[in-house]
């Protein structure tokens, strides 16, 4: 009898020390939340930041209609608009403190998660004009452990120039590209600059995975954890649109072209076939590829071959990633039979409305909520509820000059499910 209850008054006793122990640590738990909320709480950004936060961006991004119409009418007002643009001037006088710049601007200063910190993601992007929009979307997809590339054009202004450069000055993983090239548009040149970051960013870093290239005009629809576990799903494979080549595309490939006065122009001159029997197939100029690819397109003497024969077609980087995908070598190779074609709709590199697929509930897109420039939308507010429910990372345009709401509602929408996420 005394030997059972020795046993019950042990038993008891562990029971109470479990007791406590998971007192102790659900105590724990719930302190180091909070300490997580506080810590990451500076990271937010507020409602009365920015002249833009006069909208309630949590009813714009609901389709909230009356408050997609006041940002209608905001964004087309004189004075609000001088009130949102930050000038050249403003950033190189800001960055000329670069921790008071990441401060204020809230760029994350660590990785967000480990799952994160190991999968670097390694950016290109090419810009022309427009710092804000640089900035802004250098902001959005900021992590230290992701490497960026900027070609900036040797046709820009001075004061982009500097701005620019003051930008990257703040950052040991951003860098400007180490070889630039005047861009004209629908011209090699524009591949060109995309390879010049390849380059670099393969000769900066091994531990990068996948490769992702922008311009100044994008903006991500999904944060860095979303991008990061939408490129792991992808196991090694590629993400870009690749198709059939439309017989009314074949004369950008079968004439040569030339730069006459800064402007492409076609020559009477027939083109020899592509090299080594490879068929040319349509596509974009946005990829998310593998570090692999990119390997494959710098140092493969087939690539190598198509790139040479690519230099003075028309709008090169609208067949050049498609047809690189479709050739067996590379890694993460679709076949050349049509069925296993993607359309810009099946892949995750660029959402971007076509003013011709745009319209009724049968076409492509709704009707854009901005406005047009070369037959693409640039966003506006009410574009944003269908944009965030589209699988894509980026959409493209948007320009902080027509709608600085647009991007304001994205960016606080972003960052705070980033920060969410993390606690």
């Known amino acids: 009898m005394g030997l059972l209850s020795r046993r019950q008054r042990r038993f008891r006793r562990v029971l109470l020390a479990g007791a406590l122990m998971c007192v102790f640590m659900l105590t724990l738990s719930v302190v180091l939340h909070e300490e997580a909320q506080v810590a990451y709480s500076w990271l937010e950004f507020r409602d009365d930041e920015t002249p833009e936060d006069e909208c309630q961006c949590e009813k714009v991004i609901q389709g909230d209609v009356e408050e997609i119409g006041r940002a209608k009418v905001l964004t087309i007002t004189k004075n609000f608009k001088n009130k949102t643009h930050i000038s050249d001037k403003s950033y ?38 427009k710092v804000q929009n640089f900035e802004r979307l250098l902001r959005s997809i900021y992590a230290p452990q992701n490497f960026y590339c900027i070609h900036v ?104 072209y030339r730069i006459v006065r800064d402007k492409i122009q076609k020559t009477n001159q027939d083109k020899k076939p592509p090299p080594l029997g490879i068929k040319i197939f349509s596509g974009g100029a946005y990829i998310v590829v593998s570090r692999a690819y990119v390997r494959f397109v710098l140092e493969d003497p087939k690539a190598q071959a198509l790139i040479s024969w690519s230099i003075d077609t028309y709008s090169p980087d609208e067949f050049l990633w498609a047809t690189m995908q479709r050739i067996p070598e590379v890694p993460g190779y679709l076949r050349a039979n049509s069925k296993y074609d993607i359309t810009d709709i099946f892949t995750i590199s660029r959402l971007i409305k076509w003013a011709g697929h745009e319209g009724a509930l049968d076409a ?60």
């Open 92 to 129: 190189i006088e800001l960055t000329n403190d670069c921790e008071v710049f990441r401060t204020t601007r809230k760029y994350l200063p660590l990785p967000l998660s480990e799952e994160e910190e190991a999968f670097p993601v390694a950016y290109s992007i090419v810009v022309h004009h």
């Open 153 to 256: 054009d040797k046709k820009a202004p001075k004061s982009f120039k500097t701005a620019i450069d003051s930008i990257v000055s703040c950052f040991d993983n951003v860098f400007i590209a180490s070889q630039l090239e005047k861009v004209i548009y629908a011209s090699w040149s524009r591949v060109q600059a995309d390879i010049n970051c390849m380059r670099d960013l393969l000769q900066i870093s091994s531990n990068w995975k996948y490769f992702i290239n922008l311009c100044g005009q994008d903006f991500p629809i999904k944060t860095n954890l979303e991008i990061v576990r939408a490129l792991k799903a992808l196991g090694g494979g590629n993400s870009l649109e690749t198709e059939v080549m439309p017989y009314n595309k074949e004369a950008r490939w079968k004439k040569s």
């Open 364 to 423: 492509v897109y709704p009707p854009c909520q901005g406005t047009h420039v070369r037959a693409v939308c640039v966003y506006g507010a009410g574009d944003l509820q269908w944009m965030l429910e589209q699988r894509h990372l980026f959409a493209n345009k948007f320009d902080t000059d027509f709608d600085p709401i647009a991007i304001r509602c994205l960016e606080k929408y972003l960052r705070h499910r980033a920060l969410i996420k993390q606690h």
